[in-house]
């Protein structure tokens, strides 16, 4: 505006005054001026601008008020005053202002904005005038007039950082509604807003500024909220400068301002509009820091509670999700933070979040996975709804990490999930059947290794799944429903955990009874081992060691502490009673106090274990009371989700469980009356779980509770006789326990049963056979002698030698027991019988071993059909010859019976392990490993295992080897924890296997052509199977003592047929086998051996060393080096010619696809095969995955999944073709190596026509109807893919690095890890704990391997495509070769699982076939 110009007032030089009021100058006092000014004041407030006469009037007044005396005066009052009366002027004479120099208009606003600041202090005299000062600018928009001055933008400054500077709590809403209008007309009505005028309202959004005055903040932001139209294009400008720019200069607030825009989203998106795309940008810097900055903005921009930023602008979404993948841990971390507020604010989000979430849950850095699985949990307790099944399953796949910090949060997790939704239903049915599988996951953890897990899964028992808090009634009604509905495995560990706590508490009686003895070297040797049992079930073993020592010596000084210890661990121990004991014990080894005590920790530990704090009579009496409600239908069984039928077979298998742990709290008549009302219904299950629980805890009946006993004994009488076959085996047990005329009572049901045997009626003989079995082991000083006449005459000449019904001549090698034929249980409870009448007499007197073990080789070497009358069928077999081949080594377990067992017994026994039906197999090797594992049977018998090198299913390979490995380390660990087990090294010590292992692969019936490359390649992958497991660690030396053993076993002949030029050569074949292999594994296997090994004589004949010297070499250079490298394989003509096979009437194709997509059945290190090759190949493919379908095997305890085991399995009968050679000598108890459609039908019980020739090393073929056509075809299809992989070879021994690329992916696989979704273009590093997947296009500073990594995944292209196609043709012939090639890493890999990268696979193996 233009200001005009100054009018002459009336009467020129004079300044006219209102009326009363004297002349102001600085002649008077101060008191004085403010008395006149005052009046002055009232007269221009009492002024309006249509007033033109007083007006003009009072013009030199207004000019006289803006001189220098007034607004450099130093009296306050008349500052107020004066600034009063130019308020009111601008007011009066607007639009045009009376004072024309733009230097005085400076002045008078910069005087008027020092006034303002009276405004701080409310209750000063002068606030009113203050307040009318504000009231009279703000109306008039008197500060607009500076537009027109050069520097306004100081006195805005000026009037801001007043404003802000004096607004308080004090003022009241029109105090704050003025300055509003006051600063808000300056914005709007203004060309712009600088720089610094921004800097003084943003400054009082920084987080520090805030803090210190909150309602300069809230006019702040009241101020951009109003003036958002406006403002916005200045803040955008400013955030342009320093986010793009990096003009940092340009502002003191460029440091803060991701602070700025996050305060400024809070207050209005609007005024970010511009910005957002900034951030886009800045994410892709190249700093660390800086995307670290950023990343923490966003993820509090979009987390906010009522945001909608993810929704309003996708691009910038997108690319923050882009960060889950960054290469900067921190970024990471962040982001993964962030997840949890946006998952509990924005649950919409949470599909895009998943796919990201899961990926970092793979992350190489713990503290990230750590957080996903927080992130998970924290949303999922605030809501359930919040995370759906896909994100609670990262948290179940974490409770396998590798690290314990990240299992350890997975599973609390899940169990503060379970106990919030499960136990308390605080979200209704529907949440808790969502997560109703928690309850199953946490109880498999137990499986574990670690004894981590196993504590916390204890731990986790005890407080969340059935919390120890609650009164008795509600903890057992949690238990008996939990116990209904948890899964069979989840049910085995919660009773090995019951089981370990009370071997537990065993050992910690044992420890204590050794107290009570007097001091002793050989006590303290005691006290010493049961400490060292004690330490193995604590965490970290080495500190348990010393800690439980500690513990021990406070014991023995203090007996006051072991009284409250014995009263802990007594079986009559009540939960509350545990529970002070545990207090009292705690409260004695506190002292002294430390702020950490592990000692006390780790005691802590031990009395958690031992501790029954669920357990007790009163508990049981709860269950039984329970399980009447179920009988009685008045239980809340449907509400609990089980049914009545399923609860009470479940809640009497409990019972059944806690009477082994638990059996005193169960002696009481009520408890008893209610297990007789079970033994009468019909369930069969149910009964016999009530007669074992009887058999456990019914010791005190006879003598304390005649009611109970009188009506048990008819009962187990009754189902010893006509119960099933577990009825009756419990009932004579229980009548063997529990009663002291148990000679009376065994004899009343053994004579009855023993005169009504009738094989004439096979279905009415299976139960009198079991009770006459077990009686007689029992008892066999009262039974031996009659059941000898009964085993002649009846057993084996009139039951097992004759075949009275025709079984079903349906092919299949195995049926579900319903389908066995009763003539055929007969038979299997016979043999049975005759083992534990032999296990009950433990002698050999009258000579009725060897007659029972001929007979049992009979039967396996007439394969099951013991009269070869061909009436029984294939099925039948299998179910007789493993009953046959478990008789022989249950009585091995006895030693009187093992000296008698011939090595050509042992050897038939060992054979079952090959058999032809899949389930013998299976079934013979669990029994094999539960008995080597509890060291009943002699180490001869792990040979066995061996064998198993040669199954065709690569399942039942990776379960025998881990056996083995289970085998090994518990008889090493015997040997460590029993001082006098050095004695016994020869029979314990898993090394000694060796021998029998070496003389049991030479009389393998397969070794019939020593000198052949095929026989000694399998030879030496059976010795390799148990040596690579042996030879793990070199300990005392072991590789040495293991090529001495072998080389004094060549200094000897075989005992079974000394004179026997061939058998003895054979041995020496295998020997030198033996001895290249462990040459060509271990380096530190020449040097002198520790001990000198000890061969048995039973199968080593020692000879004379003057006479017998032995130093030939059997195994010639050149196969040798066919054992090391394979067998060369030549090129065939058509191979040379690079044509493929012309079938008739067919087209001729050529495959012209590139290799990465190529599948070929070829071997990856062999040239194109001969037509005399083409169908064992061909056959390779489907074998491997046929063997690949069986379920994996437990690592700890391997065991039989009956599903499995009931599949029907094919005949897989062999016809000699015309053109074979001629039948080979019948073979006993090895399956046929069958192609794998034979294979997998046998798995799955279909019955599969069966042809080809019974030569050596001939395959079943598929289909025997197949055409000569067909079989052509398949040649040529073969023959075209060879050609192909001549340009696609690769050595599997000496190939370094692998990694596969797959268009613009990158995959870089480590074992046992799985791999994330890839985002975009994406490189994924996978840890040795997790995974981690980085997108190229957005990470700047590209791939995120170091150095070594780039080194280390470097390869070529030629390698590159070749680790591609041999991922795809890894199940061809690389069986000698059982390794994993990984990143230059190589790892043992038996069974041929897939190891994330390539792994090598192992075809079935050829063997004879039977006729």
Not at 911 to 918: A, K, P, R
Not at 1267 to 1292: H, V, W, Y
Request: aromatic share 6%.
């Amino acid at each position: 505006m233009e200001f005009p110009q100054q009018q002459k007032p009336a009467g020129e030089g004079k300044i006219v005054y209102p009326p009363g009021v004297k002349e102001i100058t600085d002649k008077i006092s101060n008191d004085e001026v403010v008395k006149r000014l005052k009046m002055v004041v009232k007269t221009y407030m009492d002024m309006d601008q249509d007033s033109e006469e007083e007006k003009q009037q009072y013009l030199s007044l207004a000019l006289h008020l803006a001189s220098e005396f007034f607004l450099r005066n130093p009296n306050k009052d008349v500052r107020l005053l004066v600034a009063c009366c130019l308020a009111d002027i601008f007011r009066i004479y607007a639009p045009e202002a009376p004072y024309t120099s733009h230097d005085k208009l400076k002045d008078i606003f910069l005087f008027i904005t020092r006034q303002l600041k009276g405004l701080e202090d409310t209750k000063s005299p002068q606030f009113n005038r203050y307040f009318y000062l504000l009231e009279n600018l703000a109306w008039v928009k008197s500060y607009n007039i500076c537009f027109e001055l050069e520097d306004c933008n100081e006195i805005f400054i000026q009037l801001f950082k007043t404003l802000f500077s004096v607004i308080n709590n004090s003022h009241n809403q029109k105090v704050q509604m003025h300055m509003m209008d006051l600063m808000s007309s300056i914005i709007m009505e203004g060309d712009g807003v600088t720089q610094e005028l921004l800097d003084t309202i943003l400054i009082n959004l920084i987080p520090a500024h805030k803090n210190l005055n909150k309602q300069a903040y809230d006019l702040a932001k009241t101020l951009l909220k109003r003036t958002v139209q406006t403002i916005e294009t200045c803040i955008a400008n400013f955030f342009n400068q320093v986010l793009v720019m990096g003009k940092s200069s340009v502002s003191d607030l460029s440091e803060h301002v991701f602070d700025l825009i996050q305060e400024l989203f809070a207050i209005d998106p609007m005024l970010l509009t511009s910005v957002m795309p900034q951030l886009e940008f800045k994410l892709k810097s190249n700093d660390g820091e800086e995307r670290l900055a950023v990343v923490r903005l966003l993820a509090k921009l979009f987390g906010a509670k009522d945001s909608e930023l993810a929704s309003q602008n996708r691009p910038l979404w997108q690319c923050f999700l882009g960060r889950f993948n960054d290469i900067h841990v921190p970024v990471r971390l962040e982001c993964v933070k962030f997840a949890s507020h946006c998952l509990m604010n924005h649950p919409d989000l949470a599909r895009d979040l998943t796919e990201y979430l899961k990926v970092r849950s793979h992350d190489p850095e713990e503290a990230i996975r750590h957080d996903v699985i927080v992130t998970i949990i924290n949303a999922g307790k605030k809501d359930l709804n919040l995370v759906n099944d896909q994100l609670l399953g990262f948290v179940r796949e974490r409770t396998l990490d590798k690290r314990w910090r990240v299992r350890k949060e997975a599973m609390m997790g899940l169990a503060q999930l379970y106990k919030k939704y499960c136990l308390h239903h605080e979200a209704g049915k529907e949440s808790a059947q969502k997560i109703s599988w928690i309850k199953d996951k946490l109880l498999h953890i137990y499986y574990q290794n670690s004894i981590d897990d196993k504590l916390l899964v204890e731990k986790i028992f005890a407080q969340y799944m059935v919390p120890h808090s609650l009164d008795t009634e509600e903890k057992m009604k949690c238990l008996y429903y939990l116990y209904a509905c948890l899964d069979t495995n989840a049910v085995k560990a919660l009773n090995e955990m019951w089981k370990c706590q009370n071997m537990l508490r065993g050992l910690v009686k044992e420890l204590l009874d050794l107290h009570k003895l007097p001091v002793s070297e050989s006590n303290n040797t005691a006290m010493f081992g049961k400490l060292m049992s004690i330490a193995k079930n604590l965490p970290d073993a080495g500190k348990a060691q010393d800690f439980m020592k500690k513990f021990n010596q406070v014991l023995g000084e203090d007996e006051k502490l072991r009284v409250q210890l014995e009263m802990l661990i007594s079986p009559t121990c009540s939960c509350k009673q545990a529970e002070i004991c545990v207090r009292e014990i705690t409260r004695k080894l506190t002292f002294p106090k430390q702020p950490t005590n592990p000692f006390l920790e780790m005691v802590k530990f031990l009395l958690e274990r031992i501790a029954p704090v669920h357990i007790d009579s009163e508990a049981i009496s709860a269950l039984v009371k329970l399980l009447n409600k179920s009988i009685e239908g008045t239980a809340d069984d449907d509400e609990e989700g089980v049914t009545p039928d399923t609860a009470i077979r479940s809640g009497l298998e409990l019972l059944k469980v806690l009477s082994f742990t638990h059996p005193t709290a169960f002696h009481s008549a009520e408890t008893y009356e209610s297990l007789l009302q079970c033994l009468k219904m019909e369930d069969d299950k149910v009964a016999e779980a009530a007669i074992q629980i009887f058999r456990n805890t019914g010791q005190k009946i006879e003598t304390e509770l005649q009611q109970i006993r009188s009506t048990l004994i008819p009962i187990l009488h009754q189902k010893a006789k006509r119960g099933t076959p577990h009825q009756a085996k419990q009932a004579v047990h229980c009548i063997h326990a529990i009663f002291n005329n148990k000679e009376v009572q065994l004899a009343q049901i053994f004579e009855p049963l023993s005169r009504s045997l009738n094989a004439d009626v096979p279905e009415q003989l299976i139960t009198p056979l079991v009770s006459l079995g077990h009686i007689s082991m029992l008892a066999p000083d009262q039974f031996a002698s009659p059941m000898k006449s009964i085993v002649a005459n009846f057993i084996v000449k009139d039951l097992l030698m004759n075949d009275r019904s025709v079984g079903n001549k349906n092919g299949k090698l195995w049926t579900t027991d319903e389908e066995v034929s009763p003539e055929v249980l007969a038979k299997v409870q016979a043999i049975k019988l005759l083992v534990r009448w032999l296990l009950g007499m433990k002698n050999n007197q009258s000579k009725s071993a060897n007659s029972t073990l001929r007979l049992l080789s009979a039967m396996l070497v007439s394969e099951g059909d013991l009269t070869e009358q061909k009436k029984i069928s294939k099925s039948d077999m299998s179910r007789l010859r493993l009953a046959a081949g478990g008789a022989i080594m249950k009585l091995a377990q006895e030693p009187c019976y093992h000296d008698i067992i011939t090595p050509e017994q042992f050897q038939l026994c060992g054979l079952v392990i090959n058999d032809e039906c899949y389930q013998v197999r299976q079934i013979f090797a669990q029994k094999l490993h539960l008995a080597l594992v509890k060291l009943l049977l002699p180490l001869e018998y792990l040979a066995v295992f061996a064998l198993c090198a040669k199954d065709p299913v690569k399942e039942r390979r990776a379960h025998a080897r881990q056996c083995l490995l289970k085998n090994i380390s518990v008889r090493r660990e015997y040997i460590k924890q029993n001082p006098l087990a050095q004695e016994k090294l020869v029979s314990l010590l898993p090394e000694y296997v060796v021998p029998y292992m070496i003389h049991l692969l030479a009389h393998d019936p397969d070794f019939t052509k020593p000198h052949e490359y095929e026989q000694l390649k399998d030879i030496k992958e059976c010795l390799w199977f148990m040596l690579e497991v042996l030879m793990t660690k070199n300990e005392n030396n072991s590789h040495a003592f293991l090529r001495k053993m072998v080389e004094n076993i060549k200094q000897t002949k075989d005992a079974q047929c000394p004179d026997d030029a061939k058998a003895n050569e054979k041995l020496y074949i295998v020997c030198d086998v033996a001895l290249f292999v462990i040459a060509n594994k271990s380096t530190a296997c020449h040097l002198d051996s520790p001990k000198d090994p000890v061969l048995p004589s039973k199968f080593f004949l020692i000879q004379d060393k003057q006479d017998f010297k032995n130093d030939k070499e059997y195994l010639l250079a050149d196969m040798r080096q066919m054992l090391l490298t394979g067998k060369p394989k030549p090129a065939p003509v058509l191979g040379a010619v690079n044509k493929p096979l012309t079938v008739p009437g067919r087209r001729i194709f050529t495959k012209t696809t590139p290799a990465s997509d190529t599948a070929s059945n070829t071997s990856t290190n062999s040239s194109p095969l001969s037509s005399s090759t083409i169908n064992k190949n061909s056959n390779s493919n489907a074998a491997t995955e046929a063997s690949e379908s069986r379920a994996q095997e437990n690592n700890e305890n391997p065991v039989i999944k009956i599903d499995e085991v009931k599949k029907d399995e094919p005949s897989l009968n062999m016809t000699p073709d015309a053109g074979t050679e001629a039948s080979p000598v019948k073979r006993r108890g090895r399956p046929p190596k069958t192609a794998a459609a034979p294979v997998a039908a046998e798995k799955e019980g279909a019955a599969a026509p069966t042809g080809g020739g019974a030569g050596r090393g001939r395959k079943r073929a598929a289909d025997s109807n197949s055409s000569a056509e067909s079989i052509t075809i398949k040649m040529s299809k073969q023959q075209s893919q060879n050609d192909e992989g001549t340009k696609r070879q690769i050595d599997l021994q000496s190939r370094g690095p692998f990694v596969s690329r797959e268009k613009e992916k990158v995959r870089m696989r480590e074992p046992g890890e799985e791999t994330g979704r890839a985002v975009g273009t994406v490189v994924v590093l996978l840890g040795s704990e997790g995974e981690t997947e980085i997108e190229l296009e957005s990470s700047p500073e590209g791939v995120i391997c170091d150095r070594k990594d780039k080194e280390r995944y470097s390869l070529t292209q030629g390698q590159t495509s070749c680790a591609a196609m041999a991922n795809r043709n890894s199940q061809g012939d690389t069986k000698s070769t059982r390794r994993r090639v990984l990143f230059g890493r190589q790892g043992e890999n038996n069974s041929g699982e897939k190891a994330g990268g390539l792994a090598v696979k192992r075809k079935p193996v050829k063997v004879k076939s039977r006729l």
